[in-house]
């Protein structure tokens, strides 16, 4: 889901701030590059994981050539490091795929602009597939750091779709905002699926040989689903800016 009612007073991380370690203290120089070495082993061991394997703070901790105190003191659960690694990641999205929706889309190429976008999207995920399920994985067992943390990215999100839909940005529960969040909803679900491996071996088992084929018809899908969603509401703003 794109929204939530969790408390964001309650939804605060439990690592240090950035800049700090667990006990307050300020890091200098060393201490960042344990941070950031400790960081860039846990991404490589998530993203060259695979679903049967595992990753843990001993197994981080062994990798990066660090005791477990020392890791602790800059993140005392998996769930702070897999946080901070999913942030890492998502600092690429805007230039990934965000970006497309910055500018608005013709209503004659509407439907190349929508593909467009999609097909960044998904190609997105396929790189990052495995830090990204993680991040459903404690989504779902209901870890409100993460469950905020989806909210806050996928707000933007929602807005520029609204934006794309010429809809207005103060009312949240209006029809065009909902049903931007609904498109959102639905193109992150479809990522999750189609980049899940269970879900190329069901294929494969049920006779499909063309699975890069299959998944862009999944993809033609959504878009269309999308393009008629901008449209209709593209064309509703205009007649309300007629009768005005």
Not at 12 to 28: F, T
Not at 72 to 89: E, H, I, N, S
Not at 108 to 113: H, R
Request: glycine share 6%; with cysteine; aromatic share 6%.
């Amino acid at each position: 889901m794109v929204t939530s009612t969790v408390d964001e007073s309650r939804a605060q991380p439990a690592g240090p701030k950035a800049g700090y370690n667990l006990l307050g203290q300020r890091l200098g120089r060393k201490g960042q590059e344990t941070r950031e070495r400790i960081l860039v082993t846990a991404l490589r061991l998530i993203e060259s994981s695979s679903q049967d394997t595992p990753v843990t703070l001993t197994g981080v901790a062994r990798e990066a050539s660090v005791g477990m105190t020392t890791l602790y003191l800059y993140f005392p659960d998996l769930g702070d490091l897999v946080l901070a690694a999913l942030t890492r990641v998502m600092d690429c999205a805007d230039s990934a795929f965000v970006d497309r929706l910055r500018s608005r889309w013709p209503d004659d190429a509407l439907e190349d602009s929508t593909q467009g976008f999609l097909h960044a999207h998904y190609q997105f995920w396929r790189r990052h597939s495995r830090i990204l399920h993680f991040r459903n994985s404690y989504e779902d067992a209901g870890d409100a750091r993460f469950l905020q943390y989806r909210n806050r990215v996928s707000r933007p999100l929602i807005e520029l779709l609204t934006q794309q839909m010429d809809g207005p940005q103060e009312l949240m529960n209006a029809p065009v905002t909902n049903c931007a969040a609904v498109l959102v909803t639905g193109f992150e679900r479809l990522a999750t699926i189609t980049t899940n491996p269970i879900f190329h071996t069901n294929l494969r088992d049920n006779g499909v040989t063309e699975v890069a084929a299959y998944v862009d018809a999944l993809l033609a899908a959504e878009a269309e689903l999308m393009t008629l969603a901008i449209r209709h509401h593209r064309g509703i703003a205009r007649s309300r800016t007629a009768e005005a």
